[in-house]
């Protein structure tokens, strides 16, 4: 039988927690890294090379949050830190246009022909927010349509979750979002294609786009059928609504054109985040040419940022994609993620366990359930999470590092080795015969 390992050391953790308690909400600048959903206080960390992190207890793990998506490339890779050390020397910002926006502008729309026209902005949540504001400047309407179980970061629209019904006006996610703009948002179950066509019905001309995550993995990993993506792509044509895929944690994970090329459909905007900046602070937005002159100073549609197209995160974004960009890259990823999923979905069945590991190019989801495909945020049971809190406690006491929450997926990165995933592979083992011992 296997027995838990012994708990890690957190002294140097803990006391960095407590002193943090006095500075910041819950001791945190994000509130999921207070790991409330798991055991223990949450991990500092010091530093990470390749796969690998160390805390402030010089404990050691195999990284497989990767700053929740934005290192496909692992820790300290050295090209994207001699290209922002580079650019340190020449200074940290500007407010006026630099060669690099043009170079990682030119980067990704010669790899990505979704789109026509970008722009840069500093995270996901503000280029959503500015791509629906797009939409409702376009197309001269106020609602917006969003999915139950899809994240799109923390603007005022978006905090909504379902009321009850099938199609009805969104419920405020937090204190602090205006009824009057829960109001104009309408969620609605992934995977239904009577609710999409109930929504056109009911609210006829007012639908200014619907939002969709280009595979939903905020809220476990809910891939959708192409032929569903497809309908929904066609009502929203049809309707003369904007289609909007948020394409922040699938962007440059999937390739360069991401889930849009994965379904094969055309989005009207598209959204990036993370990956996008090597590691540090981009976010982006990106249409074609007609949306795009709608963007002020062009067009009506007002939008700005302070240190938007920021050289240093310019820099790290063009090191990073330029590698992204070499033949194979993603092949060879997605083939080393086939294979670990692989060699642990063989030990699930051997044993009979009821969870299912789901997976989409590199990115990885276990869903302790009987269902063996879950595509709507309904189909997950919140008990479920109580096996996922005893893994993610066995894994980190065997130095595997997995995200603080069970709806989280894990991702790898081209800088876990053969080593690491083989090491991976016995813990999460171990784990699981713990889990379900
Ligand atoms: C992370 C994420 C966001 C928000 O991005 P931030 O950089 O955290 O603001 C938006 N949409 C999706 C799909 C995301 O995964």
Aim: aromatic letters at 10%; charged letters at 20%.
């Amino acid at each position: 039988m296997t027995t838990s390992a012994s708990d890690i050391s957190r002294d140097q953790s803990a006391k960095l927690f407590e002193k943090a308690k006095q500075y910041f909400p819950g001791g945190v600048n994000s509130p999921v890294r207070a790991f409330k959903s798991v055991y223990g206080t949450p991990l500092f960390i010091e530093r990470g090379d390749k796969a690998h992190l160390w805390d402030a207890d010089s404990n050691e793990f195999i990284d497989f949050c990767c700053s929740w998506g934005p290192l496909i490339l692992g820790h300290n890779t050295p090209e994207i830190r001699e290209a922002v050390s580079a650019q340190l020397g020449k200074g940290l910002s500007f407010g006026a246009p630099t060669a690099l926006e043009n170079d990682l502008a030119e980067l990704i729309l010669s790899n990505n022909k979704k789109i026509e026209k970008i722009r840069f902005v500093s995270s996901g949540t503000e280029a959503v927010m500015s791509a629906i504001r797009l939409a409702r400047g376009y197309t001269k309407r106020d609602k917006i349509v969003k999915f139950e179980g899809c994240y799109h970061g923390h603007s005022d629209s978006l905090l909504v979750k379902a009321g009850s019904g099938l199609v009805t006006f969104g419920e405020t996610s937090s204190a602090g979002v205006p009824k009057a703009f829960a109001d104009e948002t309408i969620v609605i179950a992934l995977n239904d294609k009577a609710a999409l066509e109930q929504v056109f019905t009911d609210f006829k001309d007012q639908i200014a786009a619907v939002i969709i995550e280009g595979v939903p993995a905020n809220n476990g990993l809910l891939i959708q059928d192409k032929d569903y993506i497809h309908f929904l792509r066609d009502i929203t044509k049809a309707n003369g609504s904007l289609l909007i895929m948020d394409e922040v944690i699938t962007g440059f994970r999937l390739g360069f054109e991401g889930a849009s090329k994965y379904y094969d459909i055309q989005p009207d905007i598209i959204t990036y985040g993370k990956i996008i900046g090597g590691g540090m602070p981009v976010g982006a937005y990106g249409a074609s040419k007609e949306l795009m002159a709608c963007i002020s100073p062009d067009g009506a549609v007002y939008q700005a940022g302070t240190l938007s197209g920021n050289p240093v995160a310019m820099a790290a974004g063009i090191a990073a994609l330029n590698l992204l960009a070499q033949p194979g890259f993603y092949e060879k990823l997605e083939q080393t993620t086939q294979d670990f999923v692989a060699e642990l979905r063989a030990f699930i069945e051997e044993k009979g366990y009821e969870v299912h590991l789901t997976t989409i190019g590199s990115i990885f989801w276990f869903a302790f359930s009987s269902n063996p495909k879950i595509q709507r945020a309904d189909e997950i049971d919140p008990a479920s999470m109580e096996k996922y809190k005893v893994m993610h406690r066995e894994l980190l006491n065997r130095g595997i590092y997995f995200g603080p929450s069970g709806y989280e997926v894990g991702f790898i990165s081209a800088a876990h080795t053969e080593e690491d995933l083989k090491t991976t592979i016995k813990a999460i083992k171990e784990a699981l015969d713990i889990v379900f011992q």
